[in-house]
């Protein structure tokens, strides 16, 4: 190879490695269990304890692992919040960006690239989750009102035949707070890559 080939390849090397090193930092890991979550409104219990765990502003943190069938998500937020939670997952096969919803109901909207659909509520394909506890209700100026247990974490789990492949682009939103910070969620290019971890071990 001569030294003008070596000077004009070595650009395009160097790009291929700065590239290929990018895309493995922007790739997020989610740890195995052998476990089962029990869905029962907390986040800190000895089940979640191999999650690999996201802390976000405003004392608000995620907990994420997985088994070879399911996506395991608990999202908490300060004693005194309702730790409402929105996961929206790129369908990579339609090109449809999928809207997952839990706080008082549980909910998904689908957005087609122009719209989001109308919520299709408690008709659950595929996933399920840990809602807001109704606690009887209170008086108000309006009347009764409903009342919701607040410090109750919000727990969700996706099976992973609803969506395909081993890597998925993912935004999450707990309590209002996005992660990743700024993303947008009608664009897919700001969200972030979550990665199923080596299932030998399962």
Not at 58 to 63: D, F, G, H, I, P
Not at 147 to 172: A, C, T, V
Request: hydrophobic residues 40%.
């Amino acid at each position: 190879m001569s030294k003008l080939s070596t000077v004009f390849l070595l650009p395009i090397i160097l790009l291929q490695l700065f590239v290929q090193q990018a895309m493995a930092d922007d790739l997020m890991e989610i740890n195995t269990t052998k476990t089962t979550p029990l869905f029962d409104g907390r986040c800190k219990n000895i089940e979640w304890s191999a999650a690999t765990k996201i802390i976000l502003p405003s004392e608000n943190s995620l907990y994420l692992m997985h088994d070879k069938d399911s996506l395991y998500i608990c999202a908490k937020g300060k004693e005194d919040d309702y730790a409402v939670i929105d996961i929206l997952i790129e369908d990579v096969k339609t090109g449809h960006l999928h809207k997952l919803h839990a706080s008082a109901q549980l909910g998904e909207r689908i957005y087609n690239g122009k719209n989001w659909s109308e919520p299709d509520r408690w008709n659950l394909r595929d996933w399920s989750g840990f809602w807001v506890p109704y606690a009887g209700r209170v008086e108000s100026e309006d009347g009764l009102r409903p009342k919701f247990l607040k410090g109750s974490h919000r727990e969700m789990q996706i099976l992973r035949k609803k969506f395909s492949g081993d890597d998925w682009n993912m935004m999450i939103i707990v309590n209002g707070i996005s992660f990743p910070d700024k993303a947008i969620d009608t664009d897919k290019s700001t969200w972030r890559t979550f990665s199923f971890s080596d299932q030998s071990s399962l």
